[in-house]
């Protein structure tokens, strides 16, 4: 199996002697080596896009092109870590929204599918992950302590919001946190995180407006209290198996 090789620019691919793709032009070899770079797509889908691309007018592979390089322009925002074309974001320069609240999530993409609910009109922070011990994704590469120092300097703050998907990451981010945020914010401050029924990545806008209202049974007070839920809801989460880390 023949394996990819790069120019210094990461960008121009180089076929193998022998590779199927050998008779294409240049600039297709290019544009498939890039697009192949993408998560998720192989050299077969990489080559089918760029096939694709080519049935573009010059005027829209133009707008395409400068759509991609305008990313470069975007930058981290400098309070709450999600992308941004300034150093401060839209959202942490509005003064209107509630500044009592504060989402944390795993990555920059999760807030707008908060957003599109029109629920939630609190601040926001971008975790930068989730934990991953097995896989090498301790603590330290996150923004934990950027977290606390931010909580620390915002007096205002009295609940936060842990929006973490149900899976075995999600849930044990949420305890780390929950740990955290009893002994380094007020004792005003709750946490709450999303109910095990809809991941944030792939949940609906009417699923994410359900689950940013309070739940009981996922309720959880700075002290490490919970909230029991109703006898019902205890029997349904036993049954589905995927009963909320407490």
């Given at each position: 199996m023949h394996s990819r090789t790069w120019d210094c620019n990461f960008l121009t691919f180089v076929p193998p002697p022998g590779n199927s793709m050998r008779n294409f032009p240049t600039p297709i070899h290019n544009a498939t080596a890039a697009?192949?770079?993408?998560?998720?797509?192989?050299?077969?889908?990489?080559?089918?896009?760029?096939?694709?691309?080519l049935r573009f007018?010059?005027?829209?592979?133009?707008?395409?092109?400068?759509?991609?390089?305008?990313?470069?322009?975007?930058?981290?925002?400098?309070?709450?870590?999600?992308f941004a074309e300034r150093d401060i974001c839209d959202i942490c320069q509005d003064s209107t929204r509630d500044q009592t609240k504060l989402c944390i999530v795993s990555e920059a993409r999760d807030i707008s599918t908060i957003e599109a609910t029109s629920v939630?009109?609190?601040?926001?922070?971008?975790l930068g992950g989730t934990l991953n011990p097995i896989d090498g994704r301790p603590p330290d590469p996150l923004n934990v302590k950027p977290l606390l120092d931010f909580l620390k300097n915002s007096p205002l703050i009295t609940e936060c919001i842990l929006?973490?998907?149900?899976?075995?990451?999600?849930?044990t981010t949420i305890m780390y946190l929950q740990r955290h945020l009893a002994s380094s914010t007020p004792s005003t401050t709750r946490s709450r995180k999303m109910p095990a029924t809809s991941p944030i990545p792939t949940t609906t806008t009417r699923s994410a407006e359900k689950n940013?209202?309070?739940?009981?049974?996922?309720?959880?007070s700075a002290h490490g209290t919970t909230t029991p839920g109703t006898a019902r809801g205890r029997r349904r989460t036993a049954i589905g198996g995927r009963s909320p880390i407490r």
């Amino acid at each position: 199996m023949h394996s990819r090789t790069w120019d210094c620019n990461f960008l121009t691919f180089v076929p193998p002697p022998g590779n199927s793709m050998r008779n294409f032009p240049t600039p297709i070899h290019n544009a498939t080596a890039a697009l192949g770079r993408l998560p998720g797509v192989g050299p077969k889908t990489a080559l089918r896009y760029a096939f694709s691309l080519l049935r573009f007018s010059k005027l829209e592979l133009a707008s395409i092109g400068r759509a991609i390089t305008e990313l470069s322009n975007i930058t981290m925002c400098s309070i709450c870590f999600t992308f941004a074309e300034r150093d401060i974001c839209d959202i942490c320069q509005d003064s209107t929204r509630d500044q009592t609240k504060l989402c944390i999530v795993s990555e920059a993409r999760d807030i707008s599918t908060i957003e599109a609910t029109s629920v939630y009109k609190g601040r926001y922070f971008v975790l930068g992950g989730t934990l991953n011990p097995i896989d090498g994704r301790p603590p330290d590469p996150l923004n934990v302590k950027p977290l606390l120092d931010f909580l620390k300097n915002s007096p205002l703050i009295t609940e936060c919001i842990l929006a973490f998907s149900p899976d075995i990451h999600g849930e044990t981010t949420i305890m780390y946190l929950q740990r955290h945020l009893a002994s380094s914010t007020p004792s005003t401050t709750r946490s709450r995180k999303m109910p095990a029924t809809s991941p944030i990545p792939t949940t609906t806008t009417r699923s994410a407006e359900k689950n940013l209202m309070k739940n009981p049974r996922s309720h959880t007070s700075a002290h490490g209290t919970t909230t029991p839920g109703t006898a019902r809801g205890r029997r349904r989460t036993a049954i589905g198996g995927r009963s909320p880390i407490r």
